[in-house]
């Protein structure tokens, strides 16, 4: 699970919880991927690219050469996303993927 900070106010009921993505280590423990609605696999919220799945998506017996496309794309996602060099990537369009 991403890193979340919750706040709440006395007078009222409830919660909400925000992302932190600048804290320290936000990076380290991050599980999540995102598919596109075009097929393209985003390895990071603030990634500028991303990998095309979507020919493998159309045909069940592509599974083996699915798996080891993003296999192979796990072992070049980055280690932490770029926020403090000014880089968002993606983030202006992220209804595109989902967040």
Request: proline share 2%; charged share 25%; aromatic share 10%.
């Amino acid at each position: 699970m991403a890193r979340r900070r919750f706040f709440c106010h006395p007078d009222y009921a409830g919660e909400i919880g925000l992302i932190m993505p600048y804290e320290k280590d936000f990076c380290a423990t991050c599980n999540r991927l995102r598919v596109s609605s075009v097929g393209k696999l985003h390895l990071c919220l603030f990634g500028d690219g991303g990998v095309s799945l979507r020919d493998l998506l159309q045909d069940d017996a592509q599974q083996y050469a699915l798996e080891e496309r993003i296999s192979d794309a796990l072992r070049e996602k980055k280690q932490t996303h770029f926020l403090h060099q000014s880089n968002t990537g993606i983030t202006q369009n992220l209804s595109y993927i989902g967040g």
